[in-house]
């Protein structure tokens, strides 16, 4: 009896236990509603500065989500190696950034979760700026890019003053026109003497400050194909198109700003220049063509600075770029994630916004008032941005290549290289266009769509 009753008392302690658990919401399957506490990783990369600032998201995160613990993995080093081993091994984080032509390609491949299934449960989804959806198949779509971007034009407002010239427009319907854009370079372009690019005295041999300074990348110079009624590849993206006159003109215009008016820097003197944060503070440019990432550190130096839109050629056009943020398909807890990937870009959770670095992607903070003012109302943004940036980036924003081309990493790496050969006047501009027809022809596979 006795042994008896010490099973009876054993099995209605265990069936306490049970019960206990569950009324705790402890028991399996319950990992969303108060229970076992899911555990998420988010890889990223980006300055200490804005390391700093995604810890501190991902701290008020966890803070406010108890039933979710996010863990941060910055990648100080090669991020793309990084990630392409834990691909290999199979040990991709939940959530990450990824370049945008990758996580195209990825998604192809089935490793990143289709976001096209949560866009009823997570209706916010829907109200991203159209240029930000990472579109990889017609309807399917991996997120978005993790902010906004654009390319667009800073200056030295005390140049400006000193050599008594108007500083560029804010407004895209007001854009220098390239003969303007040259004409006020040479007026900022000094030498050792003091005497400006327009001076018959003018010794090129001693340039202490350079007018203008723009990437030889595909940042500085596909804003001013598109411009001039060109492109990168033809509608479908199964043609090369910049062995054309609208592209051949714009190759033409910025080669004769380092070569003919000494206004603009080599390509191997641009490597050896500092930042354009630097560059600016320290008068060695006036103006810079650069991405709007850019702000971040120009507004920190304490340069008097100001922005501005691109000159044009037939019409204002600029690119929107980013990295991309994804969810891995191999994640275990896919709502969960889709929570953190709606936080982790939210303007009222990140200060990256009001620091310059990013432009949000959701429509509202371009649209209504008080949210506009929420970020750009600093000083990091200066009081033409609305104009230089945020009704630029609405109305004249064209998706980059990363985003809209498909192979585009195989594509520009060739033309980095050919191009550079005429930056650097190795080769003829006829030359270099013919043997990129020739490297590129058969990477073209088309274009991504656009919804």
């Not at 990889?136 to 978005?144: A, H, L, Q, R, S």
């Not at 906004?148 to 854009?175: C, H, Q, R, T, W």
């Not at 982790?344 to 903070?365: A, R």
Request: proline share 5%; with cysteine.
């Amino acid at each position: 009896m006795r042994w008896r009753s010490v099973k009876v008392v054993s099995f209605i302690l265990v069936v306490v236990l049970m019960l206990f658990g569950c009324s705790n919401g402890e028991s399996a399957g319950s990992s969303n509603n108060g229970g076992d506490q899911v555990e998420l990783t988010f890889m990223y990369w980006g300055s200490n500065l804005e390391k700093q600032a995604v810890q501190k998201m991902i701290d008020s995160f966890n803070k406010s989500h108890p039933n979710i613990k996010v863990t941060g993995q910055h990648v100080a080093g090669d991020y793309n190696t990084k990630i392409n081993t834990l691909k290999a091994s199979n040990e991709l984080p939940d959530v990450a950034y990824l370049g945008t032509s990758l996580a195209k390609k990825w998604a192809r491949e089935g490793k990143i979760m289709d976001f096209t299934e949560y866009q009823d449960q997570f209706p916010a989804l829907k109200e991203r700026v159209p240029q930000s959806y990472l579109y990889y198949e017609p309807g399917k779509n991996v997120g978005n890019t993790t902010a906004a971007e654009i390319i667009m034009m800073f200056y030295n407002n005390s140049l400006f003053k000193e050599a008594g010239v108007d500083v560029p427009p804010a407004k895209a319907e007001d854009a220098w026109t390239w003969d303007e854009l040259v004409k006020t370079a040479q007026k900022l372009t000094r030498d050792s003497k003091g005497r400006t690019a327009d001076d018959s005295n003018f010794n090129p041999k001693e340039i202490v400050q350079y007018g203008i300074s723009i990437p030889s990348t595909f940042n500085g110079w596909l804003p001013m194909v598109l411009s001039n009624g060109g492109d990168i590849v033809n509608e479908e993206g199964t043609e090369l198109r910049l062995n054309t006159p609208e592209a051949k003109e714009v190759f033409q215009n910025m080669h004769d700003l380092i070569y003919k008016y000494h206004v603009a820097p080599t390509p191997v003197q641009m490597e050896n220049m500092p930042a354009t944060s630097v560059s600016l503070q320290t008068k060695k440019v006036a103006m810079a063509i650069d991405g709007q990432w850019a702000l971040l550190d120009i507004a920190a130096s304490g340069v008097d600075f100001g922005v501005a839109v691109l000159p044009k050629f037939e019409q204002p056009k600029t690119i929107f770029l980013a990295g991309a943020s994804v969810i891995f398909s191999s994640t275990e807890h896919p709502e969960e994630a889709l929570e953190f990937y709606m936080y982790h870009n939210d303007p009222e959770q990140v200060d990256l916004y009001k620091t310059g670095l990013w432009m949000p992607i959701q429509k509202d903070y371009y649209t209504d008032e008080a949210k506009i003012k929420q970020w750009t109302e600093n000083p990091a943004h200066p009081d033409e941005y609305s104009d230089a940036a945020i009704n630029y980036l609405m109305d004249y924003a064209v998706q980059a290549p990363e985003i809209d081309i498909i192979n585009w990493d195989q594509i520009n790496t060739e033309l980095e290289q050919g191009l550079d050969q005429y930056w650097t006047n190795a080769k003829s501009l006829d030359e270099v266009l013919a043997e990129l027809d020739d490297a590129i022809s058969p990477l073209l596979e088309g274009r991504y769509p656009s919804e």
